[in-house]
């Protein structure tokens, strides 16, 4: 059991590029999430999808959007990066809304 | 916007001593957690407590919970080193997803 994985670990973007980070669980999860977390800060939601085939705005939406491809996977897509999103970037799953979550060990993107 | 508000923000001890962090919400809940992240790392879960419960036990961590002041604490004994991390409450708005607070940092020194 991989668990929640990630990739890629480590991005540098110029500004304007667009890039996609993937995210798989192998648990059999329903919910799946995307958060941001910046240096000294705590977690906020972008995105997440409580199950399949659904995807709603979290906190802080703007400059992304997501794919929930299948029950496994859920995408973040950055159309055209900006330095305000350099963070690391941390997708998660749970059984359902209210459950435990599960993290991935991250995506450290710093956008130049 | 943050559900939980984590108390201290840091809190520095030495090794053998207790630490304890609290945890406040506003709304009502059915469960509060406790994650753990280790520098640069994922959080990892640490234990659930439901509303109606009182108190919880897991190894060398006790976790309370006070529906009536929406509050809850996180009792780590006899620390180590090893415990130095961030620590999170997270709690579910009228049962719905998780919301995170903003996390104690947690330096035990050897």
């Known amino acids: 059991n991989a668990g929640v994985t990630q990739t890629p670990k480590f991005q540098v973007l110029k500004t304007g590029q667009s890039m996609t980070l993937q995210c798989a669980q192998d648990?059999?999860?329903?919910?799946m999430y995307w958060y941001r977390q910046d240096p000294g800060m705590g977690l906020r939601l972008i995105y997440y999808?409580?199950?399949?085939?659904?995807?709603d705005k979290g906190e802080v939406p703007n400059g992304y959007n997501v794919s929930r491809l299948n029950k496994r996977e859920f995408s973040l897509r950055l159309e055209s990066a900006a330095p305000s999103q350099t963070s690391v970037y941390f997708c998660a799953s749970s059984e359902g809304l209210a459950d435990t979550q599960y993290f991935g060990p991250g995506t450290r993107l710093t956008v130049l | 916007s943050q559900q939980g508000e984590e108390d201290p923000q840091a809190l520095s001890i030495q090794e053998g001593e207790n630490a304890t962090m609290n945890c406040s919400y506003k709304t009502s809940i059915n469960n509060l957690q406790w994650y753990r992240q280790n520098s640069g790392r994922g959080l990892v879960h640490l234990i659930l407590?439901?509303?109606?419960?009182r108190e919880k036990h897991s190894g060398r961590l006790r976790v309370t919970l006070d529906t009536s002041k929406k509050s809850s604490s996180l009792l780590i004994t006899a620390s180590r080193a090893a415990d130095t991390a961030s620590y999170f409450c997270a709690t579910d708005e009228y049962g719905n997803k998780l919301v995170f607070g903003a996390g104690t940092i947690l330096r035990v020194k050897s």
């Open positions: 999808s409580a199950s399949e085939g659904t995807t």
């Open positions: 407590i439901r509303s109606n419960e």
């Open positions: 648990m059999n999860h329903n919910s």
